[in-house]
């Protein structure tokens, strides 16, 4: 039986948007004037000041040790900001590892990592915590744009991306998965 | 793209304002729209050699929660990119937001803002002031070569919330 939320009667108005959402007293940009390059010849306070809204995604994942579907799904173009896990049983066996990866493609555990490929740089989750995951040293142009075809494997733009996960073994972990992200940012990569 | 954009500040929750005492009844419970921009750093010869503007503007009064980057393409050894904004004078990390390393590809947790030393950088993180703030960018390194370092940097903060002490 699927969790019940005490709070969805309180909450039951929410509010959704296709997004991404902006917001800043200035959004549009002024006419013939690049402010990269050409500072000072405008104030700052006419130039757009609008940022895009943190969204962030969340599941429980378990210590499983197969390919398992995370129910993190995120939009095509996303940019990844952070990644955090909350243990909330400490992961057990050889290796008390995590590994997460977007598999457009479906080919299973060869796809592109999110997280640290290689077993000896993967966060250790030996005890309950908070821990923040970075991107894998290898690829880090995953967390930019997960929907470009140059480093996400089988990537195809305008389709949404899943996050899956697996650990080198089985074990007792227990663990919640928090993905922030700017939603079709589409970060073109230099 | 269907962007939705608001003047902001944008907050949630299911209570907007306290009339009570009971929690999750009557006590106002909302909490701000974190918010991020984020920009591309280069390490070349034209960036090495002077101050280079981004095109993140902060808007007055905001609290910077966490300023990172994502290194795509390692700087030079020892490479730092110093985050100033355009009322900030040069050369040193005494007058910058924060100092991040960019020798290193991706970062296991890569939240850096350790060079910060002066009381008045942190107190504008707790409020960026009256004005909105241009972000800027000073390379530096002790290897120059080769000169190829991408750094994608990522500021988030809540918008005009003016925090006082």
């Not at chain 1, 000896?120 to 929907?147: E, F, H, K, M, Q």
């Amino acid at each position: 039986m699927a969790p019940v939320n005490p709070h969805a009667e309180t909450y039951k108005g929410s509010t959704t948007f296709s997004g991404p959402i902006k917001a800043g007293l200035r959004w549009l940009d002024v006419p013939n004037y690049d402010r990269e390059t050409v500072p000072g010849t405008i104030a700052v306070k006419d130039l757009p000041n609008a940022g895009f809204v943190v969204c962030s995604q969340s599941a429980a994942v378990e210590q499983s040790g197969n390919d398992t579907i995370s129910n993190i799904m995120l939009p095509p173009g996303t940019m990844i900001l952070s990644i955090q896990a909350i243990v909330t049983t400490a992961y057990t066996g050889t290796k008390k590892d995590m590994w997460l990866y977007v598999d457009p493609g479906g080919v299973g555990e060869g796809s592109s990592s999110v997280t640290e490929y290689t077993e000896a740089d993967r966060v250790s989750l030996a005890a309950v915590g908070v821990y923040n995951l970075g991107p894998d040293d290898g690829a880090p142009s995953v967390w930019r744009n997960i929907s470009d075809p140059t480093y996400v494997n089988a990537a195809e733009p305008g389709v949404s991306v899943d996050v899956r996960t697996t650990n080198t073994n089985t074990g007792d972990g227990r663990a919640i998965v928090t993905i922030n992200y700017i939603p079709e940012f589409n970060f073109p990569l230099a | 793209m269907p962007t939705t954009t608001f003047s902001g500040p944008v907050k949630a929750g299911g209570i907007s304002t306290s009339t009570g005492t009971t929690l999750s009844e009557n006590v106002a419970n909302q909490g701000f729209g974190k918010m991020v921009q984020v920009y591309e750093l280069e390490e070349t010869a034209a960036t090495r050699a002077a101050r280079t503007y981004t095109d993140i503007v902060i808007p007055a009064n905001s609290q910077i929660t966490r300023m990172a980057v994502l290194v795509t393409s390692a700087f030079g050894t020892d490479g730092y990119a110093y985050i100033k904004d355009s009322t900030m004078s040069g050369g040193t990390s005494d007058t910058s937001l924060a100092v991040m390393n960019c020798s290193s590809l991706g970062l296991t947790d890569f939240v850096n803002y350790a060079g910060i030393v002066y009381e008045a950088q942190f107190l504008l993180w707790k409020d960026t002031g009256a004005s909105d703030r241009h972000l800027d960018y000073e390379v530096r390194a002790a290897s120059a070569t080769p000169d190829t370092g991408r750094a994608t940097l990522i500021v988030e903060y809540v918008q005009n919330n003016n925090l006082t002490e």
